[in-house]
């Protein structure tokens, strides 16, 4: 509310405000009431009037109360300024949206005669938003008078009240104690040293944790990439700041130390040095600043940094944002590749020694396995009992089943020497033909062409019915052919006789090979060719026996090589490690390693394919078997598949080693290990 910034205002001076210091008495504060110069006894009205200005009051005060809490503004034109309503006739529309007409306020002849009829005209004020006179009240006007001389609003709030001290000083001559100051205000407080202990003690015991401090938002454009920052929105050549110079020091200066002045026959000597050693700055010592001359080399060494900084090579590197997760392959979920070996069905007990080694029959039906105990165990699969036991007298460190399953034949490593016995299973006819097979009359030892003692002897074996080929060392590993009549030996020692091929037909043996690259560990055949593989500490080569000649070299690239193990399919090689390292080599893709696979922590003691199912295995001497997926594709545009299915646990460590080797079995999705600790399991899904 105020008053409108019209015409009727603009003659008006400061004298004729009606809130002028003349128009109250100067005891209105104390009072707490208003006195007005038209009182009674001034005016022409009597009693009877100033009752009537009283009911005008309490009237003014009702109206003013209800418009302010219940009434709304009568003009609903909003923000609207009222100049633009200034050459209408109208300034506004009311809630029902009528028109509200200007009213004719008069001039200041007609303003001038209103108050002289009326002395409270002067409280009455014109609002303009409304187009209305609205009346204050006595209070209202007492609020406003003192807002202008700069006072409180109420009279009975005092801004300046008197200081009362709490303490009386009169007739106190002392301070309040005279005691002298107590010994615990110099002695540490003994509870604040229990309430630091306890407080280190929950620290300590994590019982107490402090807040981390919080890392702070990484803000970024969300449709943006790093292309769209602004340098490299620049065109032409990168911008690379150019590189400082190196910071003057002591010998620099034009006044240096003693220590740095070189003396005239070290200068002498700097002469007769290389120019390539010879030092590029001798320092001279000078009186004060203004003595010191120009830099004869400022030009020269300007102008090469400034070749320097032009012939810099620069390049664009444009940064490729790839998120990691999309780098991983997309792997088959585990439901979608069973049946697969999980859990443990079956244990094999009754070795007292670690069972170093387990090989398969052909039909799946039995299992033979050898201990460092001296015997050899064969096991029925499907009942777990133990049907013959060979006490050979010696470590078996190897032991191979005959794949043909009409030659129920054993080849053990025992000791030193190879053994070939009879298993003792199957029908009489099939014992019989293994029997006249393992026959072997006397025979004069063979000579090699070299005038050479033979690398192998042929000798019949009393005790067990069966033969022994006695090495000139000793031999490590025996594997089978395909087809059961040929074997093969590895004697790691035995140098241009290292690796031996023996015919059971024949009771034949030769070395084909008279030099190898390295120190043979294992050798296999191939599952369907006339192809040779033996692995070195190093290398796998592969021999073609046919042609007597290597093929091809597969580099491994792992510390030391332990197995190796042939796909059925012959074109896929993986090899096991002394460092833990599986290597899975694709003959026809490279000689280098398709997929090399950390697992184990320890030594890999043996690898092995399933002849019918996409599945490879892996045992450590860390307790422990992996299984894997590994699918060989008919397409050679499309790369195997390998997928980690299970890690296989339950044996234990027996010093320090754990599964010494592991076989599946010939046609069901099994595992079978033998363990250090005397112990063989298998594994079913």
Known sequence: MGRPDGEDNADLSSDDSPWSDTAWSEDDDDEGSLSFEDSDEGSGLGSDGGLEEEAEDAEAVGESDSSEDEAGPRNTVGDVPLEWYKDEEHIGYDISGRKIKKRDRGGRIDTLLKNADNDTNWRKLIDAYNDEEV????????????????????????????????????????????????????????????????????????????DKPKDEPNYYLLWGDDTDTADNKRQGLSYIPAPKANLPGHEESYNPSVEYVPTQEEIDSYQLMYEEDRPKFIPRRFESLRSVPAYEKALREGFDRCLDLYLCPRTRKKRINIDPESLKPK???????????????????????????????????????????????????????????????????????NPSPDKPILAAIVGHDLLLLNAEVGDEETQMRTKQLLNMEESAPEVDADDKKPA??????????????????????????????????????GESRAVLLHQLSKKHSHHPFRKLPGLPVAAVFHPTQKMFFVATKKSVQIYDLQKAEAVKKLESGVREISSISIHPGGDNVIVGSKDGKLCWFDTDLSTKPYKMLKNHSKDITSVTFHRRYPLFASSSEDCTAYVFHGMVYADLNQNPLIVPLEILRGHSSSDRRGVLDCKFHPRQPWLFTAGADSVIRLYCE
Not at 179 to 197: D, G, L, M, N, Y
Not at 358 to 373: K, M, N, P, R
């Open 135 to 210: 009346q204050i009240t006595k209070e209202e006007a007492k609020i406003i008078s003192r807002m202008l001389k700069g006072k409180t609003p109420h009279t009975n709030v005092d801004p300046y009240p008197d200081y009362v001290d709490w303490f009386e000083y009169d007739g106190k001559g002392h301070p309040l104690s005279n005691a002298p100051e107590p010994k615990r205000r110099f002695v540490p407080s003994k509870w604040e040293q229990k309430k630091v202990v306890k407080l280190v003690r929950a620290i300590r015991k994590g019982w107490i944790k402090f």
């Open 331 to 401: 792997l088959p979920s585990k439901k979608d590749l069973r049946p697969y070996p999980r859990t443990c069905y079956l244990e094999f007990k009754g070795h007292s020694g670690p069972v170093r080694s387990l090989s398969v029959e052909a039909t799946g039906q039995w299992i033979a396995s050898g201990s460092s105990d001296g015997t050899i165990r064969v096991w029925e699969v499907e009942t777990g009992r133990c049907l013959k036991v060979f006490n050979v007298g010696a470590d078996v460190h190897r032991i191979s089943w």
């Open 456 to 493: 192998v002897r042929w000798v019949k074996n009393d005790k067990f019915d069966g033969i022994t080929l006695i090495h000139h060392k000793a031999a490590a590993t025996v594997e089978w052919h395909s087809k059961g009549d040929y074997f093969t030996t590895v004697v790691p020692t």
